[in-house]
């Protein structure tokens, strides 16, 4: 019997819309057994689909990986002219790959349970649309039961992500630094912003923490002397993370060129009609990253999106932020959290405090992109909402941002206190820009 799967605290909904934004843009690998399956349902006898091939074998001659094959205008060959799943009209859901079928819902281990939460790369789960992610479990418990069947394993055989170095706590404990922090981020009298400054004063202490006690057990920081900290923590971050993005300073120099080509890894998209001309070949993205890691002139078009503008267009602020793009990036931060998305397994092996200041990094790389996309006119809120799906496109899922120099560039910022400068700078709108910062971005 499969463990169950929980849903999060933070209301979020979805359903999907039936945009096939997924069934463009991704490529969908099967196994043996899929497209065994799939070669058996009789394609071969529709009309559009005579020699059409069903599969891309991928990864070199000796390997036996492969992929549902796309047409021309990128769409997925079994999407047809009525924009619907031919193998789901024809034979239901349960005959899909199961990649096609689990997308947009992640779910990671957590001891005794599944975690349930989603990818905003879905604009249904961006806008929030459709039925609470709690009404979603029963579907959600039947593809537990395959990842735990392919695994051989359930959950709770699968250890916490480590804190830091060695440093590990059980899955309780670990629990409450995750609700902590999401209630953080729920508190809107806060801008946003300064939320997130908050989370990283909390986990630049926690930092600090020898959660075992220095080998004492009876100073272990476990259980309710956990919780104890926690609430301190929160309490101090009040008092010593400053009011106003004003107070903070700006980036240093070695901070933006750190986080430039770490926000052109998210920024990006290589495959599907929404791929940038700046990604049409090795040498245009080497190209793209040298222009990122400058920092001056056009900003490389990574993504289709992304209009023609400049690296100084993009320093300037937004406008004040509106209700609705605070609540957004408020709920992707408590989703990638409470979900268990942001370390371990689903975010390339990192601990858990690298993972929240990965988050952090993302965070402010869609504040940058937001930017860049409301250069050429676009409504701010729309740029709020693509620069979200553009990000989490990327978080977890860029296999360059697992790789170790992007590692490293994350541990750099950290250990230099630029994550909060970052997150102020691109957080900050005009109503607090001062000619000061006018300087400081040219």
Known sequence: MSLPVRSLTVLQNWDCQGCT????????????????????QGWEAEPDLQGVPFFIHTGGWLSSSYRLNHRPDGACVFLGPDNRCRIHVKHGSAAKPLACRIYPYSLVPAGDHWKLGLRFACPSAVEDKGRPLA?????????????????GTSAITIPPPLLQGKQQINWGDLGRIIAT???MFADDIESIERRWR?????????????????GDPQKAIVGSRLSELLEILKDAAEDEVP???DDVPPPSWVGRMVF???????ARKDTGPDRGSAQSSAFARLFSAMQFARGKGRVPRTHIAIPETTFDAAEKPLDELSDEAESLLARWARVKIESGQFCGPTN????VWDGLESLAVAFAAAMWLT?????????????????VRIVDDNFGFNPLLGKGRQKFALGLLGKRGELPKLVAWYGKTKAGFTAEDTEDAE
Do not use: N, W
Not at 135 to 151: C, D, F, S, T, V
Not at 198 to 214: E, P
Not at 260 to 266: K, W
């Open 181 to 183: 922090i999401s209630e």
């Open 21 to 40: 934004s997924c069934c463009r843009q991704y490529h969908v690998s099967v196994s043996a057994e899929e497209r065994k399956r799939i070669e058996g």
């Open 243 to 245: 009011e106003s993005p």
């Open 260 to 266: 430039r080509p770490v926000a052109a890894l998210y």
């Open 371 to 387: 930017r860049v996309l409301a250069t050429d006119g676009r409504p701010q809120d729309d740029a709020v909402r693509m620069a």
């Open 348 to 351: 390339f092996g990192m601990l």
């Open 135 to 151: 009404e979603h479990l029963a579907e959600a418990r039947e593809y537990a039961a395959m990842l735990e069947g392919e695994a």
């Open 198 to 214: 908050k989370v990283l004063f909390v986990v630049s202490t926690l930092r600090q923490a020898k959660f075992d006690g220095g």
